[in-house]
């Protein structure tokens, strides 16, 4: 249980976050290249600038996180839920491209989250 902790400008990379609870924890501008974040809770957090690359979010909780500027490229996002999450229009555009599958826990399909076309 991570609820609320402080993680900005962190170099965590391969870090292991897997069914974390972390509500409102605070990732900006940190490193998460190749992080096992699967199942973790994220919900009201702030994931802004942060580089999530080959990381695994499959079925994280990512409603109303703030995701403004961080980058996806090989993240697997299956079952992720992104509701309300603020995300920049070019992310969310790469992220429909790739975007499958419903989040075990919120039952909402990620492709619905993101407001996929």
């Known amino acids: 249980d991570l609820k609320a902790s402080g993680f900005a400008n962190a170099n965590m990379e391969g870090a292991d976050f897997s069914y974390a609870q972390l509500q409102g924890a605070v990732f ?12 973790a809770d994220f919900t009201y957090g702030m994931l802004d600038q942060t580089d999530f690359a080959n990381a695994d979010l499959r079925d994280a909780i990512l409603v109303d996180t703030i995701l ?20 920049d229009q070019s992310q969310i555009k ?24």
Do not use: H, K, Q, Y
């Open 28 to 39: 900006s501008a940190s490193i998460l290249r190749n992080a096992n974040l699967r199942g």
């Open 94 to 117: 790469f992220l429909c491209s790739r975007a499958s599958g419903t989040n075990p826990t919120t039952g909402v399909d990620t492709r619905e989250s993101l407001g996929c076309d």
């Open 68 to 87: 403004l500027r961080s980058t996806f490229d090989f993240t697997r996002i299956e079952g992720a839920d992104f509701s309300g999450a603020i995300l």
